[in-house]
């Protein structure tokens, strides 16, 4: 079966940490560029961080700059969101999404609530 599973979502106090995880299974992990996006009710799906298929290159929005970390590890078909410093605004559900050219596929989503 073609899937993104993501999970580590949950409730943390602001200045907390969370480690994302999205595992992909039933195609080439590899061969996929993957990225993490969020949604708040009532906006739109923003984009957060992305990597290359070799995990050689790697952006992040400037809103989580310095504080969220993509990373990749092949061997386990696994993406990796690492958050630090996390404030009461990064609240909402995280998707991961892998994508390679015209193709994409979306994970279900995990929730992050920062609150204290």
């Known amino acids: 079966q073609v899937q993104l599973v993501e999970s580590g979502g949950g409730l943390v106090q602001p200045g907390g940490s969370l480690r994302l995880s999205c595992v992909g299974s039933?195609?080439?992990?590899?061969?996929?560029?993957m990225s993490w996006y969020r949604q708040t009710p009532g906006k739109e799906r923003e984009w957060v961080a992305s990597?290359?298929?070799?995990?050689?290159?790697?952006k992040h929005a400037d809103s989580v700059q310095g504080r969220f970390t993509i990373s990749r590890d092949n061997a386990k078909n696994t993406v990796y969101l690492q958050m630090i410093s996390l404030k009461v605004e990064d609240t909402a559900v995280y998707y991961c999404?892998?994508?390679?050219?015209?193709?994409?596929?979306w994970g279900q989503g995990t929730q992050v609530i920062v609150s204290s």
């Open positions: 990597i290359t298929s070799v995990g050689n290159v790697r």
């Open positions: 039933g195609f080439r992990f590899s061969h996929f560029h």
């Open positions: 999404k892998a994508h390679l050219q015209e193709s994409e596929l």
